[in-house]
């Protein structure tokens, strides 16, 4: 099994743990880890584009989600809370001070 192909297979392991969370919010990954899932289908959209394939941002979502952005916004998207918008704040602006 080449590096390759066990990237591949980590790769939709996530998928399927981050769709078994459907609980776990973008806003908490992007707090906690400074990534979500949108950040996967910017990502995949990228990697497709270098391997010379035209991926638009709709489709690469509809992988990572495994549904329409929006019908996954519609179903499991709550609003942030004040303290999780700060937080996310808070850390872009530690960021862009970078």
Not at 8 to 19: E, G, N, Q, Y
Not at 36 to 63: F, H, M, P, V
Not at 68 to 97: H, I, L, M, R, V
């Amino acid at each position: 099994m080449s590096q390759e192909s066990i990237e591949a297979a980590v790769f939709r392991r996530l998928l399927s743990h981050l769709d078994g969370r459907k609980d776990v919010q973008n806003i908490d990954l992007m707090n906690l880890a400074g990534f979500c899932r949108n950040c996967l289908s910017k990502w995949y959209a990228e990697a497709a584009g270098e391997q010379g394939l035209t991926l638009d941002k709709e489709s690469a979502r509809e992988i990572v989600y495994g549904m329409p952005y929006d019908e996954w916004k519609a179903q499991y998207q709550t609003e942030a809370t004040p303290e999780q918008a700060a937080q996310f704040a808070a850390q872009q602006s530690d960021s862009a001070g970078q």
